[in-house]
Structures are given as C-alpha cells and as structure tokens.
C-alpha cells in the first residue's frame, strides 16, 4: 500500500492501495488474467511496451474493419472509487487508415461505463501515461466484479495497432486507526 494519509474526517486514515485481483497490468505473464479476441494480441517476450519492458498488448493494425479486444474481469474493493491508468502508444500514418480505442468497464449488472475515447490522428508516436476515473456507480458497500475493456474499431487500410501497457488500477482504502 501507499503512503499513509489523514482524510478530512479527521478519525479516517486512507491509504492508496492496489484494486484487488487486477492482474498482470504490464502483460509481463503473457494473456495471464486476460482475454483477447478479434485478431488482438498480447505479447510477452520481445515487444515493444512501454518503458522498455517486454509486455504489450497489441489492438488493431490487421488491414480488416472489424472489432479487437482486450479485456480482464476482476473484484473491486468495498466502496473503491478507483483511478485507472495505463500507457498507450498511436503510431499515425495517413495513407494507413483509421482506428479508435474505447476504454470501459462493465459494472456488477453488465451496464458499460466509456471512461475514454482515442483515435490514432489524436495521439503522439510514443507511450503517453492516461488516468482515468471509474464512474461513481462502481462505488458499492461489498466487493464486486467488474470487467475492464479496451475496444479498438479498426478499419481496412489500418496497419498500425494501439498498443497498451502498464494497466493499473489504484483504490482509496479507508482504514481505522488503532486507538
């Protein structure tokens, strides 16, 4: 867990801690903890992640007009109104088309949250950090499932993919302070 922090209450200590059982962020452990589909990749040895790391997954750039998709399902904490981060690369070449990347969750009762929308003429041709908040509705009294997408809609021409890394999901835990 992170730093110890007094909250405005006064009697709470929130620390910043890690979502539960939100695995394998850096895709390190290949597709371990995560599904793919559509033509998506996730590779683990040899690719080009961020940071110079070995993990990515790899959405779109497959010269076909269909849906990729990346995507994890896990437990999020009591009351966790989380931040989700993650590294994005968009390489953009003009003659190779067009994609889009939707970032989502799906909450306990299967409804879709978009929590971003990026399109390969918008992003740079390096690793940019992204920070996304979860809706309030995902805040709950008791532990839930919840399921994290990445969607690309690629087009025919596209031969440049999204690439993803370092996924991660960071939760306010409230803890009592021993008297």
Request: proline share 6%; with cysteine.
């Amino acid at each position: 867990m992170g730093a110890l922090a007094l909250a405005a209450t006064g009697s709470v200590a929130q620390a910043d801690g890690p979502g539960e059982g939100l695995v394998n962020g850096g895709f390190e452990n290949g597709d371990t903890g995560w599904s793919a589909w559509g033509g998506a990749v996730i590779w683990h040895t040899g690719a080009y992640g961020a940071g110079g790391t070995s993990g990515v997954a790899e959405l779109g750039g497959h010269t076909a007009d269909h849906d990729e998709v990346v995507q994890q399902t896990f437990v999020l904490p009591p009351y966790c109104s989380g931040r989700l981060s993650f590294a994005m690369r968009s390489d953009f070449v003009p003659s190779y088309g067009f994609r889009e990347l939707t970032v989502r969750v799906s909450d306990f009762t299967g409804q879709n949250h978009q929590l971003g929308y990026y399109t390969n003429k918008s992003q740079s041709q390096t690793y940019e950090t992204l920070n996304l908040a979860l809706p309030d509705s995902m805040r709950r009294p008791a532990p839930h499932a919840v399921t994290l997408s990445f969607v690309v809609n690629d087009w025919d021409n596209n031969t440049e993919p999204f690439l993803i890394d370092d996924v991660q999901l960071r939760c306010p835990v409230f803890i009592r302070p021993r008297k």
